[in-house]
C-alpha cells in the first residue's frame, strides 16, 4: 500500500495530528488466549485513541468524529483521539514499532499483511468476524468488503470503514476520434493505447510518483490467468516471477510502455496532476476507483467531459480463471481492536458506532463497506448511479493489491523494477532475474518470522 490513494488510503498532515497520547498503549502485554467477544464488567467511559492511516478531513474521519462524540454525549469522559503522521513510512514505522512494545491504542488502521498476521496470531487483535456475529450485523455487509480485510486462511481480524470498485475511466469522443472500442480482453490494452496514442493523446493518466497505481497492472494478468493462488504462493517464494503469470505480466508491462500507454515523465507524476491530465481531455483513460466519484461523476467536471465520461471494469483474458465481476473492489485500510485494551467500553462503542456507520457514511454520497445506498448528490451525473450498481454486481475472488501481499523489501523493488520495465529501461529477462533474486532473498525469512 502506498501514499496517496485519495479517500482510501492518503494521508495528510494537518489539523488532526495529534502527539501520541499517554492513554494508549497495552495494559500488561498481549493476552495468552483470544479474549472474550463481549467481556463482562461495567461501562467505564474514558479517553482512546485510534492510531490512523487516512486523509485529514476525509468522509471516514469525520463520520467517525461524529458518532463519537454523539456517544460522548450519553457516555461523560468517553473521547476518541486521533492519531496520525504525515506520510505513510513514518505511519508503518510507528505502528510496527508499537506493536512491538506492546504499545498499540485500542485501535489502529492496519491492512490485511503479514505483519498484520503475526500480531493476530500472537492474540494481539479482536476476531473482527467474531465481533461482527456478536452485533448481529455481519449481513449487512458487501461479501467483497470483508473478504478484501481478510488474512489468506479467510480470518477476519480488520473492521472495513470504506468500500469502492476500481475501473477505467475513459474518454468517449477521444476513443471515437480514434477509432478505438472498450477493449474485450487484457490483452487488447496495448493495441488499444497504440491506436489513442497514435491520435494525439495520451493513452492512460497514470500517477506514477506513488507507485500503487502501476502496481496494480502488474496485478493484473496474473489475477486473471490463476486468480488469487499465484500471489498467494509467490509472496511466499513458493512460486517465481518466472512462472508463466509473472512472465506474461511481464511481457504486458514492456508491450504497454512499447505503446507509449502512459503520459511522458510518469514516473514523476502525482496523483491530482494524473487525475487533471484525464478531466482536462489530455489523457483517454484513467484506472481509479469509484471513492473518486465526487471528482469524476459530478458537474464538477470540465463541460466537455460531462457527457462524454464512461467506464468499463477490468477486461478478462481468453481462458480467464477469474470472471468479469471479480476484480479491485478495495475497501481500503482496516480498522483493528486492540485485544490488550479491549473491555466493555471498546465493546459497546463499536456497537454504537458501526449501528449509526452506514447512513452517516451513505451520507456523504460515498459507497460504503455495507449494502447502505449512498446518497447521490444533486449534481451527480448519470454515470454515478452506474458506477454505483456497477458495484452491487460485484462477486467472487477479490483481487488483492501486491503492495499488501509481497515482503516489504520486495515489494520496494518491485515499486522500482516496474517503472524500468515500462520505461524500455531493463527488459522482461532482467526484470524477472531481478524480482525472483529479490523474492528469494527477502520472502523465506519474512514469512517465517
Known amino acids: 500500500m502506498q501514499l496517496k490513494r485519495s479517500q482510501f488510503l492518503a494521508l495528510a498532515a494537518g489539523a488532526l495530528m495529534t502527539p501520541l497520547v499517554a492513554s494508549c498503549g497495552a495494559k500488561g502485554g498481549a493476552p495468552s488466549s483470544p479474549v472474550s467477544i463481549d467481556p463482562p464488567g461495567e461501562i467505564k467511559p474514558r479517553e482512546i485513541s485510534w492510531l490512523l492511516s487516512r486523509a485529514a478531513g476525509g468522509a471516514v474521519i469525520t ?6 462524540e454523539e456517544y460522548a454525549q450519553e457516555h ?14 513514518s505511519y508503518i514505522q510507528k505502528y510496527e514499532t508499537l506493536a512491538a512494545a506492546n504499545k498499540l491504542p485500542e485501535l489502529f488502521d492496519t491492512d490485511a499483511t503479514p505483519f498484520a498476521r503475526k500480531l493476530a496470531s500472537k492474540n494481539q487483535m479482536v476476531d473482527v468476524a467474531a465481533l461482527l456475529d456478536n452485533y448481529g450485523i455481519t449481513a449487512n455487509y458487501r461479501p467483497s468488503a470483508l473478504d478484501y480485510q481478510r488474512f489468506d486462511d479467510g480470518s477476519l481480524y480488520m473492521i472495513p470503514l470504506e468500500y469502492g470498485i476500481e475501473v477505467f475511466w475513459y474518454n468517449k469522443a477521444l476513443f471515437a476520434a480514434a477509432g478505438a472500442r472498450v477493449p474485450a480482453s487484457l490483452d487488447e490494452l496495448p493495441e488499444l493505447c497504440r491506436t489513442l496514442a497514435a491520435s494525439g493523446v495520451t493513452p492512460i493518466a497514470l500517477d506514477g510518483l506513488d507507485g500503487w497505481p502501476l502496481e496494480r497492472y502488474v496485478a493484473y494478468q496474473p489475477f486473471r490467468m490463476a486468480g488469487e493462488e499465484y500471489i498467494k504462493s509467490l509472496k511466499k517464494g513458493e512460486a517465481k516471477f518466472s512462472d508463466a503469470p509473472g512472465r506474461t505480466m511481464a511481457q504486458w508491462l514492456h508491450d504497454l510502455g512499447q ?122 451525473l448519470p454515470v454515478y448511479q452506474q458506477a ?29 523494477e516496474q517503472v524500468l520495465l515500462v520505461q524500455g529501461d531493463v527488459g522482461v529477462d532482467e526484470f524477472i532475474q531481478t524480482m525472483d533474486a529479490a523474492l528469494a532473498e527477502n520472502a523465506p525469512a519474512y514469512f517465517a518470522q
Open 63 to 68: 463520520t467517525m468524529q461524529a458518532i463519537a
Open 76 to 89: 461523560p469522559g468517553f473521547k476518541l483521539t486521533l492519531i496520525t503522521t504525515p506520510d505513510r513510512p
Open 259 to 380: 505503446a507509449g500507454a502512459f503520459q511522458k515523465g510518469f514516473s514523476s507524476v502525482g496523483y491530482t496532476d494524473a487525475q487533471n491530465l484525464f478531466t482536462s481531455g489530455r489523457a483517454a483513460m484513467y484506472n481509479m476507483g469509484t471513492w473518486e466519484l465526487p471528482s469524476l461523476a459530478t458537474t464538477d467536471l470540465p463541460q466537455d467531459m460531462q457527457s462524454n465520461i464512461g467506464f468499463f471494469t477490468l477486461p478478462t483474458i481468453a481462458d480467464s480463471k477469474t470472471g468479469a465481476n471479480e476484480y479491485a473492489a478495495p475497501s481500503g485500510i482496516g480498522v483493528a481492536v486492540n485485544a490488550a485494551t479491549y473491555d466493555p467500553l471498546i465493546h459497546d462503542f463499536l456497537r454504537f458506532a458501526l449501528s449509526r456507520y452506514p447512513d452517516e457514511y451513505a451520507a456523504t454520497g460515498l459507497l460504503g463497506p455495507t449494502t447502505t445506498a449512498p446518497v447521490v448528490p444533486d449534481n451527480a
Open 388 to 416: 454505483i450498481d456497477e458495484a452491487a454486481k460485484v462477486t467472487g475472488t477479490a483481487l488483492m493489491p501486491w503492495d499488501t501481499q509481497l515482503d516489504p523489501t520486495t515489494n520496494t523493488k518491485l515499486v522500482q
